[in-house]
T-cell receptor, first 113, second 113 residues
Framework: NAGVTQTPKFQVLKTGQSMTLQCAQD?????MYWYRQDPGMGLRLIYY???????DKGEVPNGYNVSRLNKREFSLRLESAAPSQTSVYFC????????????FGEGSRLTVL | GENVEQHPSTLSVQEGDSAVIKCTYS??????FPWYKQELGKRPQLIID?????GEKKDQRIAVTLNKTAKHFSLHITETQPEDSAVYFC????????????FGKGTSLLVTP
């Protein structure tokens, strides 16, 4: 039982390049989330998907797109990376009707030069 | 949306002392208040949560209190140990709309032997 798996774990991009962060969960959770973590800023919600087929903006959605590919997978895309997007990105999942506990992946460290 | 303020941003205590972290929230509809612990280089993990129908919840050395009138809630750690050193995040959400959590900016707790 792997829980929440994110790939890649590390990535270096040049300004303007694009990339996709992949996330998959094997806990049959309905809801999935993407957060970014920056020093002193805590965890900020980028996008979330309450259930398969739906996506919603969080606090800091600008510069990102998401796709809920199926119940297991939720990807985050940077179309034209900027240095301000240098961050650690966490994917998480939860049951919408459950306890509310978010299960996080290990994180993906992205550096944009 | 919900705005969660967390204080202090850093806290240093001696082993065996108590530590208290406080959070305030803005949305009176919020009814679920979790606390997450993130050790250095690790993913955030839920340590305790409270719902708005109770005022206090304990789990061994940790407890959370909630004051709905004042819209604030606190994490209390007693008999602190070096392994309690971590960053702690509070969050608040109206669970009727799901669990897309808005986190505070975090408190870095250092427990010195």
């Amino acid at each position: 039982n792997a829980g929440v798996t994110q790939t890649p774990k590390f990535q270096v991009l040049k300004t303007g390049q694009s990339m996709t962060l992949q996330c998959a969960q094997d806990m049959n959770h309905n809801s999935m989330y993407w957060y970014r973590q920056d020093p002193g800023m805590g965890l900020r919600l980028i996008y979330y998907s309450a259930s398969e087929g739906t996506t919603d903006k969080g606090e800091v959605p600008n510069g990102y797109n998401v796709s809920r590919l199926n119940k297991r997978e939720f990807s985050l895309r940077l179309e034209s990376a900027a240095p301000s997007q240098t961050s650690v990105y966490f994917c998480a999942s939860s049951y919408v009707e459950g306890s509310g506990e978010l299960f996080f992946g290990e994180g993906s460290r992205l550096t944009v030069l | 949306g919900e705005n969660v303020e967390q204080h202090p941003s850093t806290l240093s205590v001696q082993e065996g002392d108590s530590a208290v972290i406080k959070c305030t929230y803005s949305d009176s509809a919020s009814n679920y208040f979790p606390w997450y612990k993130q050790e250095l280089g690790k993913r955030p993990q839920l340590i305790i949560d409270i719902r708005s129908n109770v005022g206090e919840k304990k789990d061994q050395r940790i407890a959370v209190t909630l004051n709905k009138t004042a819209k604030h809630f606190s994490l209390h750690i007693t008999e602190t140990q070096p392994e309690d050193s971590a960053v702690y995040f509070c969050a608040a959400v109206n669970s009727n709309s799901g669990y897309a959590l808005n986190f505070g900016k975090g408190t870095s707790l250092l427990v010195t032997p």
